[in-house]
């Protein structure tokens, strides 16, 4: 499937809840010129585990029943390293002015980059369950 057919199949599976789309297909079209598709795969599944984890806190700041919070925001921490890591590497090969815009809108230490980086991350949570959606259907 060519990547624009298949953000168009995330977009419509995400009832058109992408906000990072174009980005979105930078990321897919790069794996898949670098015959890396299980790379994509692990960030999609990254970015679900920290938007996971992130809930869990959220929760956990208001419900006292959660407990280990300290090790969840570490976790949380450490994936959201990992992540970085792993965009940046997808990038490497990628024209200067991709690495700029994505390293200005999401990877510099501000609130905005995190706010751009959590949808972007959402993004890539539909696109893992769009995924999934397709190997329950085999």
Known sequence: ???ENLIVEVEKFSDHKLKRKDDLQILIE???????MK????LSFSAKY?????RVLQKGSINPEIGNLEKIKKDYSDNLKKVIEQIKEFLKLNPENIRAHFDQTYLEL???SLYNLNELLEDLEWYK???NS???QL
């Open 1 to 3: 499937m060519y990547p």
């Open 30 to 36: 790069t794996s898949l010129a670098l015959e890396k």
């Open 39 to 42: 790379d994509i795969e692990s």
């Open 50 to 54: 920290i938007l996971g984890l992130q």
């Open 110 to 112: 501000s609130h905005q």
């Open 129 to 131: 369950m769009y995924l």
């Open 134 to 136: 397709l190997k329950r």
